[in-house]
T-cell receptor, first 111, second 112 residues
Framework: EDQVTQSPEALRLQEGESSSLNCSYT??????LFWYRQDPGKGPEFLFT???AGEEKEKERLKATLTKKESFLHITAPKPEDSATYLC????????????FGKGTLLTVNP | NAGVTQTPKFRVLKTGQSMTLLCAQD?????MYWYRQDPGMGLRLIHY???????AKGEVPDGYNVSRLKKQNFLLGLESAAPSQTSVYFC???????????FGDGTRLSIL
């Protein structure tokens, strides 16, 4: 059974204090790993897709990396507007529809 | 470009009532999905569709039915609502199965 574990559950940072969020996964052959951002009262907003170990993607202050067992979402010099819940999801090879989501990391960036 | 639009945004039902949640997408996506999100749990797939006229069961399909009569619309029905179906329901769509899914802003449903 595919599993996704995100840590920490919650993270408080000061503005400008860089950190990383972790997504550990167990899947029978990875087809893709997806990062989403979810603001309160909103739906998940797509950030990145990673397909193979060693791959990296960047967008503004966010950088996602992938190994064979986990993915990291690095946040450099965060701002209060980066506060949100970050969700990780995996899709297994042979699954043509199913995404397995983690429970998310609630990030709060204080000014 | 609205993306994925869900109606209604909020609804309160009594146990045993029925209702339909509507999802509409304007991105010409083939694939559409219904999820539920509960506190302390990840998003869970209820039903999905791989094209107009098709539907299939996801992880937690019991108590729900779906229809996709038009490519742009995906309906989720609750025939006889139960308190366990109190949740936030999200619709998503994607161009292909390995492409990112794009989500609506959800329907918050309470069953009393």
């Amino acid at each position: 059974e595919d599993q996704v574990t995100q840590s920490p559950e919650a993270l408080r940072l000061q503005e400008g204090e860089s950190s990383s969020l972790n997504c550990s996964y167990t899947v029978s052959g990875l087809r893709g790993l997806f990062w989403y951002r979810q603001d309160p009262g909103k739906g998940p907003e797509f950030l990145f897709t990673l397909y193979s170990a060693g791959e990296e993607k960047e967008k503004e202050r966010l950088k996602a990396t992938l190994t064979k067992k986990e993915s990291f979402l690095h946040i450099t010099a965060p701002k209060p507007e980066d506060s949100a819940t970050y969700l990780c999801a995996v899709q297994a090879r042979g699954s043509n529809y199913k995404l397995t989501f983690g429970k998310g990391t609630l990030l709060t960036v204080n000014p | 470009n609205a993306g994925v639009t869900q109606t209604p945004k909020f609804r309160v039902l009594k146990t045993g009532q029925s209702m339909t949640l509507l999802c509409a997408q304007d991105m010409n996506h083939e694939y559409m999905y219904w999820y539920r999100q509960d506190p302390g749990m990840g998003l869970r797939l209820i039903h999905y569709s791989v094209g107009e006229g098709t539907t299939a069961k996801g992880e937690v399909p019991d108590g729900y039915n779906v229809s996709r009569l038009k490519k742009q619309n995906f309906l989720l029905g609750l025939e006889s609502a139960a308190p366990s179906q109190t949740s936030v329901y999200f619709c998503a769509s994607s161009y292909h199965t390995n492409q990112p899914q794009h989500f609506g802003d959800g329907t918050r449903l309470s069953i009393l």
